[in-house]
């Protein structure tokens, strides 16, 4: 939301967007609407101005219904979005729900789905932002969308289970949780 406070910041951040993408570098924003900052026409100027340089979205069901002005679940809003707009993977979340991921294959757009496993919330504040660290994480480690998706949802779960907003774990307290997400997935 740090781009919808101010011109200069927006221009700022449109300017860091342009420099990644063409240096080939992956660009990747999330739709992280606060109707305290800012109205959400003014944020969605902001996504209409990045947009444009970026190869990865991510935002939650709610975000992208109040910015964007668009309706339906999480795989409509995926599909509706890759109508519109040109990016490679666009990632919508369900809250404690799981995810849905679209990503651009040639010919074919493949839709992914996963639920979240069952967990005991003790504090939501971490579970986006575990959500998008790990998602972009298992990118960068040259995983697949689907694996990404899967570590992505697991890391999510287990943020919520723990008290504030940052999410530290290893590998061997999140790889059953990831087994078991990608056991459920559809």
Not at 59 to 82: F, P, W
Request: hydrophobic share 45%; no cysteine.
């Amino acid at each position: 939301h740090t781009p919808a406070l101010g011109e200069e910041i927006a221009e700022t951040t449109q300017a860091m967007v342009r420099a990644g993408n063409s240096s080939g570098t992956r660009t990747a924003i999330d739709i992280d609407y606060a109707p305290g900052l800012a109205p959400a026409d003014t944020f969605h100027g902001v996504f209409d101005i990045l947009s444009a340089n970026v190869d990865i979205l991510f935002g939650n069901v709610a975000d992208i219904r109040a910015v964007l002005d668009y309706s339906g679940g999480a795989r409509e809003l995926a599909n509706v979005i890759a109508a519109e707009y040109d990016f490679d993977i666009i990632v919508v979340t369900r809250s404690d729900l799981g995810a849905v991921a679209l990503h651009d294959s040639p010919g074919t757009n493949p839709t992914l789905e996963r639920d979240a496993p069952d967990s005991n919330p003790v504090d939501t504040t971490g579970q986006h932002a575990a959500f998008v660290g790990a998602f972009l994480s298992e990118l960068l480690d040259g995983a697949e969308v689907a694996r990404a998706l899967d570590v992505a949802v697991a890391a999510a779960a287990l943020a919520r289970t723990i008290e504030g907003p940052l999410l530290i774990t290893t590998a061997g307290e999140l790889e059953p949780l990831v087994d078991r997400v990608a056991e459920n997935s559809r």
